[in-house]
């Protein structure tokens, strides 16, 4: 009966052990973009991201740890190895490649200018030269209305996209400039606001960041976006938030 007990007190030891040693994956992202990474009605950070780098990471054998941060200090965070790589609806840029190392894309968007309902003084993008426009610092909405195309951004640069919205709700901008998805969002969110439909927007690709030299991190992640996409997993994820 000992020998009995000391062999499961063995194996529970060895199971807890196995558990407890399971590597982490420490993720940044700034949990203020709907759909893809935000805070739940229960204070949890969801979102597609959030259950995409999950089921990647179960693929990987790894155990999700989530730092919630700043979108405009996040490469910092990642460059100072306080993450391991980011998810957060962040696109491939030039400058960016620059920095970090990209994975595949596992997500194709564009830009929306998001304006009051019954205003039409935007039709086209050249309209938007002057415009006063509300973005979230670091963003390529920020980078796109600043250096492409000519809005005002002197005082309407924002931590937080909520921020930046609830400016054009208030009248204090005469537009958002955010990824579509998330612009869509927040329609659902104010009645008053509403998308330009026709403007002709560059598609983006989004990608996951890590450090240059982490070849085996990028491949690992890689291999493990791959899996989910064949198993059925991304489209299900598809599905749960955008359609």
């Known amino acids: 009966m000992k020998k009995f007990f000391a062999i499961v007190i063995s194996l529970v030891f060895c199971l807890c052990a196995c558990a407890a040693s399971a590597e982490t994956l420490t993720v940044g992202l700034n949990a203020e973009f709907a759909p ?7 204070g949890e950070i969801a979102g597609f991201d959030v259950d ?12 999700v740890e989530i730092e919630d941060m ?3 200090g996040l490469l910092g965070a990642l460059s100072s190895d306080m993450v391991d790589c980011l998810i957060t609806g962040m696109t491939i840029t030039e400058e960016r490649q620059e920095q970090v190392d990209f994975t595949e894309p596992y997500f194709s968007a564009t830009q929306a200018v998001v304006v009051l309902k019954g205003n039409d003084s935007i039709k086209t993008l050249e309209d938007l030269q002057g415009k006063k ?3 979230q ?3 390529t909405g920020h980078f796109m209305a600043a250096d ?3 809005c005002d951004v002197s005082d309407t640069v924002y931590k937080f996209s909520s921020d930046a919205a609830l400016d054009v709700v208030n009248g204090r901008a005469d537009c958002m400039i955010i990824d579509d998805a998330v612009a869509q969002n927040f329609l659902k969110l104010y009645d008053e606001l509403t998308i330009v439909e026709g403007l002709d927007m560059p598609v983006e690709e989004y990608g996951i960041a890590v450090n240059k ?15 989910v ?9 598809i599905a749960k938030y955008f359609q």
Do not use: C, P, R
Not at 52 to 63: D, F, H, P, S, W
Not at 213 to 227: H, I, R, V
Not at 229 to 237: F, K, M, P
């Open 133 to 135: 426009a509300a973005v």
């Open 229 to 237: 996409i064949e198993d059925g997993t991304y489209d299900e994820l």
């Open 70 to 72: 700043y979108f405009d």
């Open 148 to 150: 492409d195309l000519g």
């Open 213 to 227: 030299g982490q070849d085996e991190l990028l491949a690992s992640l890689n291999d493990a976006l791959a899996a």
């Open 137 to 139: 610092d670091g963003t």
């Open 36 to 42: 893809f990474e935000y805070v739940d009605d229960n």
């Open 52 to 63: 995409l780098i999950n089921a990647m990471a179960e693929k990987m054998g790894m155990e």
